[in-house]
């Protein structure tokens, strides 16, 4: 049976239940105390945008976690707003994870809780992962929760206008390719290649993913010695943001992390008049970002979002599922929603009423396309989660239930994986991955 075909009832509903209690394992298995690691063995540790998918899942079992693990995440926000993009488990070892928390040395710098961290950031998409939780399941206490999470939302919003708005035109821009969440996407090959290094950097450490997941399923050792000689010099600066633009070697403006700001501003507007503060100021900085984003990532001749190279100032010229991302925001132009539509549709993301596969993370037609690389064309349930809430934002119901329809084919078929290759749909990375798992449960609650 394919996707999108309908199952006898009692067939369906057994293969729900069946589906369900395999999200709901992945999800107990991966909690730690306060929080969901992402993957046992790969992230040992809390990852920030994880989190807030994590919240989504736990929101229809247990909305109490939902609330802890955003808790918990904020926690270890720093004294200028920014929210880390690892969150260090004290007690698990230095070397579970590379880079750990020696290399980051973050609790020597000023400002920062005494847990240790990364120094990065990741796409802000905790506003609206805090807003669609509450609204899967409200109650007092959740209010009271939201009410608690209010002004550290605004303060991580504050950080990324006040801080990292080095192109000076109203979007955020991203020193490193984690902080993107899509680490090695062909988006950042032409930024990144302008960072000098050499592989032999990497031979001090000791790389550990490829312990747990194949060699060639992850970036390569030239990416990481250009991830590890990025954070070193950003180090090196005490992870301050001023003169970004005179001494950091990668400065992006990426459109999913702009969208997910712009997303959150409107989130934000939600979640103030439900608390009863003022919703009107978030909404305008919504709006402003949306334009922002328009002017200066979309290109009028590819009909999609790019992101911009700042140390450039072109835009660069790979066309990944990023550029759909923009969907999330409630004010896109009609103009721009219909070229996303169309570029989706398009051979190079299959987008369709009735689909077989997922959006793959890259263009399938591109010559750079490696079904099993990472973020260079296999599929991913977040970015499909993503975008689908797009498409229902923007009123394109049979769209959402194709995606939806493929991507829980996906899982029923392959499991709770961290992604999954783009044709076959066998599962990839990680095979117990929390948000897989807790956006497969949302998409059940729904369809
Ligand atoms: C670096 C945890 C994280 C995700 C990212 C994903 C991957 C880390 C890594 O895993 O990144 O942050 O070690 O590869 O790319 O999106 O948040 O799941």
């Known amino acids: 049976m394919g996707p999108g075909d309908t199952p006898p009832a009692d067939t369906a509903a057994g293969e729900r239940a069946a589906l369900v209690a395999v999200a709901r394992a992945t999800l107990d298995g991966n909690w730690e105390h306060d929080h969901t690691v992402p993957s046992r063995t790969l992230y040992p540790h809390q990852w920030s945008w994880d989190s807030a998918f994590s919240a989504i899942g736990w929101a229809h079992l247990r909305p109490e976690r939902a609330w802890a693990e955003l808790t918990s995440l904020f926690d270890a926000q720093w004294r200028d707003g920014r929210v880390p993009h690892i969150v260090f488990n004290p007690v698990v070892a230095d070397d579970a994870y590379f880079p750990g928390p020696a290399f980051w040395a973050t609790t020597s710098v000023a400002g920062t809780p005494r847990t240790a961290t990364s120094g990065l950031v990741q796409p802000p998409v905790h506003a609206l992962a805090a807003w669609h ?80 997941a194949a060699a060639a399923h992850r970036p390569t050792d030239l990416d990481y010695a250009r991830y590890v000689a990025i954070v070193t010099a950003y180090r090196a600066a005490g992870y301050r943001d001023e003169q970004l633009a005179d001494r950091h070697p990668f400065l992006v403006e990426c459109p999913l992390f702009n969208a997910a700001m712009g997303a959150a501003e409107s989130a934000l507007a939600h979640i103030a008049r439900e608390i009863g503060a003022d919703p009107g100021p978030h909404r305008q900085r919504a709006a402003a970002i949306t334009t922002a984003l328009v002017d200066r990532l979309y290109d009028p001749t590819t009909g999609t979002f790019h992101a911009r190279d700042l140390r450039t100032g072109r835009l660069t010229r790979a066309r990944t599922v990023l550029g759909l991302t923009p969907l999330i ?45 990472y973020w260079r064309g296999p599929s991913w349930m977040n970015i499909n989660w993503l975008v689908r809430y797009g498409l229902l934002a923007h009123g394109h119901p049979r769209l959402a239930a194709g995606l939806g329809a493929s991507m829980i084919e996906l899982a029923a078929t392959a499991g709770c994986h961290e992604y999954f290759h783009p044709d076959t749909g066998a599962g990839l990375g990680s095979p117990a991955f929390s948000w897989t798992a807790a956006l497969l449960l949302d998409l059940l609650a729904e369809m």
């Open 133 to 212: 939780a509450y609204r899967r399941a409200p109650s007092e206490p959740a209010r009271a929760a939201l009410g608690r999470l209010y002004p550290r939302l605004v303060a991580q919003q504050h950080y990324l206008s006040e801080h990292r708005d080095v192109g000076g035109a109203g979007l955020a821009s991203i020193v490193h390719p984690w902080e993107s969440g899509l680490d090695n996407s062909p988006a950042w090959d032409e930024p990144l290649a302008a960072v000098p290094t050499e592989e032999a950097v990497l031979r001090a450490y000791r790389r550990r993913d490829i312990v747990h």
């Open 329 to 373: 925001l409630p004010d896109l132009p009609t103009a721009q929603v219909e070229a996303i539509l169309v570029e989706a549709g398009s051979p190079r993301f299959g987008l369709a009423d009735r689909m077989t596969r997922p959006l793959p993370s890259h263009d399938r037609t591109a010559v750079d396309f490696e079904p099993l690389r």
